[in-house]
């Protein structure tokens, strides 16, 4: 019997981007979005296009790109939300609305502040609203896993009338258990009488690390579409993970009763890219995606393995594109060779003098280091990529003296609104030394977060890529740096956070507005 197929619908751009810190720029987003794209994503949710002009802008440019994914942007009921996230939507080739509103009585009462008669009428004038602009229209009650069944029966049964074609039950605080869950969303889906004419979606968060087996539940009880994000990036401790909901209905094809039409060998890629341009490692041993998700280190796991693959391999590492970071280009490649590079992975430089300073950059690491691999050319990329932001403070030169017995001391060189500047200041360890060098020129009043370095590839020759949070006056924002000097990949990402403080992009935030 063909089995029933199931929606992929990624939110890496949207809810992804509400872990503090991980805020994309509109190229950024553009990125992702075209490796989503080429993997085969069913629907991207490429922002919440209220939230700021910048959101609006990433989901428009997002929506310009994308022809074979639907591309979707969040709204909360009021109108003037929905009216923004359909014009930015304009130029897609299928666009999809996705309102919502909480139904819980928790959210009701305290957030909303609204008589459930109220939130009601206000779901059913929002999709009515959207489905005039657009004809793709998804409603999600929020806090549906702590919402009352009669009353979800009742909204959805209404909102479905209104035109809304997705209906989707959002375990937003992570608070559901998997058979209670699934359960919950059957028991749905029999209670509303014209429940057939929507698809039902899943939106499960991670708080009790419970987010892939709630919405595997939900899939088996008859949900037909799941939310999730690369790397299970998301709000708090994030949302499902897409590699592993995939992989599981792949793997366990003898229990799922459906299957997924993405292309497993472009997740390990995206993930990387995700990883990268958020600034947020993936843990080693994450299933799928981590470093170790394939390495057999035990003797006796090594020769099974050996003997027969299957003895301790469920999938094969090629599957999920591990293969794919094989060596790429050298300090003798072309320029053709790495302009096509580029594009297998999604980057296309839409100028000549662009892609002449990508080029340049190229040749600059390819004389540092031998070998190029995807993941340094998605690096490189992330210093090139051009932005709308202006940027105030960029990288010289530094040089950073360690020596046993004495402080270490750096001697620092930046731009800063394009007048040259230096300073040197000692420090604990050569990398405090230049940051309190930067601070120097600065005075910025940030706090620093967090600091973490990460080998980008293998050997001592790779790439560290740096990742600084800082904090001023609430905003969070994750700057990233990449050299095979990590004292200069360490002040590349410092200088990067502090131009996203300066650019100081003010972003309404969703869920904690009320409406
Ligand atoms: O977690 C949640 O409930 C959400 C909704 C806005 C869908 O992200
Ligand atoms: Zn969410």
Same mark, same amino acid.
């Given at each position: 019997?063909?089995?029933?197929?199931?929606?992929?619908? &990624?939110?890496?751009?949207?809810?992804?981007?509400?872990?503090?810190?991980?805020?994309?720029?509109?190229?950024?987003?553009?990125?992702?979005?075209? #490796?989503?794209?080429?993997?085969?994503?069913?629907?991207? !949710?490429?922002?919440?296009?209220?939230?700021?002009?910048?959101?609006?802008?990433?989901?428009?440019?997002?929506?310009?790109?994308?022809?074979?994914?639907?591309?979707?942007?969040?709204?909360?009921?009021?109108?003037?939300?929905?009216?923004?996230?359909?014009?930015?939507?304009?130029?897609?080739?299928?666009?999809?609305?996705?309102?919502?509103?909480? /139904?819980?009585?928790?959210? #009701?009462?305290?957030?909303?502040?609204?008589?459930?008669?109220?939130?009601?009428?206000?779901?059913?004038?929002?999709?009515?609203?959207?489905?005039?602009?657009?004809?793709?229209?998804?409603?999600?009650?929020?806090?549906?896993?702590?919402?009352?069944?009669?009353?979800?029966?009742?909204?959805?049964?209404?909102?479905?009338?209104?035109?809304?074609? /997705?209906?989707?039950?959002?375990?937003?605080?992570?608070? *559901?258990?998997?058979? !209670? @869950?699934?359960?919950?969303?059957?028991?749905?889906?029999?209670?509303?009488?014209?429940?057939?004419?929507?698809?039902?979606?899943?939106?499960?968060?991670?708080?009790?690390?419970?987010?892939?087996?709630?919405?595997?539940?939900?899939?088996?009880?008859?949900?037909?579409?799941?939310?999730?994000?690369?790397?299970?990036?998301? !709000? %708090?401790?994030?949302?499902?993970?897409?590699?592993?909901?995939?992989?599981?209905?792949?793997?366990?094809?003898?229990?799922?009763?459906?299957?997924?039409?993405?292309?497993?060998?472009?997740?390990?890629?995206?993930?990387?890219?995700?990883?990268?341009?958020?600034?947020?490692?993936?843990?080693?041993?994450?299933?799928?995606?981590?470093?170790?998700?394939?390495?057999?280190?035990?003797?006796?796991?090594?020769? *099974?393995?050996?003997?027969?693959?299957?003895?301790?391999?469920? #999938?094969?590492?090629?599957?999920?594109?591990?293969?794919?970071?094989? $060596?790429?280009?050298?300090?003798?490649?072309?320029?053709?060779?790495?302009?096509?590079?580029?594009?297998?992975?999604?980057?296309?430089? &839409?100028?000549?003098?662009?892609?002449?300073?990508?080029?340049?950059?190229? +040749?600059?690491?390819?004389?540092?280091?031998? !070998?190029?691999?995807?993941?340094?050319?998605?690096?490189?990329?992330?210093?090139?990529?051009?932005?709308? $932001?202006?940027?105030?403070?960029?990288?010289?030169?530094?040089?950073?003296?360690?020596?046993?017995?004495?402080?270490? %001391?750096?001697?620092?060189? $930046?731009?800063?609104?394009?007048?040259?500047?230096?300073?040197?200041?000692?420090?604990?360890?050569?990398?405090?030394?230049?940051? +309190?060098?930067?601070?120097?020129?600065?005075?910025?009043?940030?706090?620093?977060?967090? @600091?973490?370095?990460?080998?980008?590839?293998?050997?001592? &020759?790779?790439?560290?890529?740096?990742?600084?949070?800082?904090?001023?006056?609430?905003?969070?924002?994750?700057?990233?740096?990449?050299?095979?000097?990590?004292?200069?990949?360490?002040?590349?990402?410092? $200088?990067?956070?502090?131009?996203?403080?300066?650019?100081?992009?003010?972003?309404?935030?969703?869920?904690?507005?009320?409406?």
């Amino acid at each position: 019997m063909a089995k029933d197929r199931l929606i992929i619908f &990624d939110t890496t751009l949207r809810d992804g981007e509400q872990s503090p810190g991980a805020s994309m720029t509109r190229d950024e987003k553009v990125r992702i979005a075209k #490796m989503l794209e080429k993997m085969g994503v069913d629907v991207i !949710e490429a922002g919440f296009a209220i939230a700021s002009i910048g959101d609006f802008e990433s989901v428009r440019a997002v929506a310009e790109t994308v022809q074979n994914s639907i591309v979707c942007s969040l709204a909360r009921t009021g109108a003037e939300d929905i009216d923004r996230a359909a014009e930015a939507l304009k130029p897609a080739a299928a666009g999809r609305i996705h309102t919502f509103i909480a /139904t819980s009585p928790i959210h #009701m009462e305290y957030k909303l502040r609204m008589a459930p008669d109220n939130v009601l009428e206000r779901a059913v004038a929002a999709v009515k609203h959207a489905r005039n602009l657009i004809g793709d229209v998804e409603f999600s009650c929020e806090d549906a896993s702590r919402s009352e069944y009669d009353f979800m029966c009742r909204i959805i049964e209404q909102v479905i009338n209104a035109g809304a074609r /997705t209906i989707n039950l959002p375990d937003t605080v992570g608070y *559901g258990e998997p058979g !209670e @869950y699934g359960a919950m969303v059957a028991r749905i889906m029999n209670g509303v009488p014209n429940a057939d004419k929507a698809i039902f979606s899943v939106h499960c968060h991670n708080d009790l690390g419970l987010a892939v087996a709630n919405s595997l539940s939900a899939v088996m009880h008859g949900a037909r579409q799941v939310e999730c994000t690369i790397n299970g990036l998301g !709000e %708090r401790a994030g949302n499902a993970s897409l590699e592993e909901l995939v992989m599981a209905i792949r793997t366990r094809s003898d229990i799922f009763p459906v299957e997924v039409s993405v292309d497993a060998t472009q997740i390990v890629p995206t993930s990387r890219l995700v990883s990268s341009i958020t600034g947020f490692p993936v843990q080693p041993n994450k299933a799928i995606v981590g470093a170790n998700a394939f390495a057999h280190e035990s003797g006796i796991h090594q020769d *099974g393995v050996l003997k027969y693959r299957e003895t301790y391999e469920i #999938m094969r590492a090629e599957d999920v594109g591990w293969n794919a970071n094989k $060596l790429v280009l050298g300090k003798h490649s072309g320029r053709a060779a790495f302009k096509a590079r580029l594009a297998d992975l999604g980057i296309t430089l &839409d100028n000549q003098a662009a892609l002449n300073l990508a080029f340049t950059r190229f +040749k600059e690491l390819a004389d540092k280091k031998h !070998e190029i691999f995807d993941e340094d050319l998605q690096a490189l990329m992330n210093d090139v990529q051009p932005d709308d $932001l202006e940027l105030r403070y960029s990288y010289v030169a530094l040089e950073a003296v360690s020596r046993s017995g004495f402080k270490p %001391r750096a001697d620092i060189q $930046l731009l800063i609104d394009g007048q040259a500047q230096q300073a040197a200041a000692e420090g604990d360890g050569p990398v405090d030394a230049a940051f +309190k060098a930067v601070e120097l020129l600065v005075n910025s009043g940030a706090n620093l977060l967090l @600091y973490s370095v990460n080998a980008i590839t293998e050997g001592t &020759d790779s790439q560290g890529e740096v990742q600084v949070r800082l904090e001023k006056n609430g905003s969070i924002v994750n700057g990233n740096g990449a050299d095979t000097d990590i004292i200069v990949a360490s002040v590349k990402a410092y $200088l990067d956070a502090l131009n996203l403080l300066d650019a100081g992009v003010l972003k309404a935030h969703p869920q904690h507005e009320g409406v």
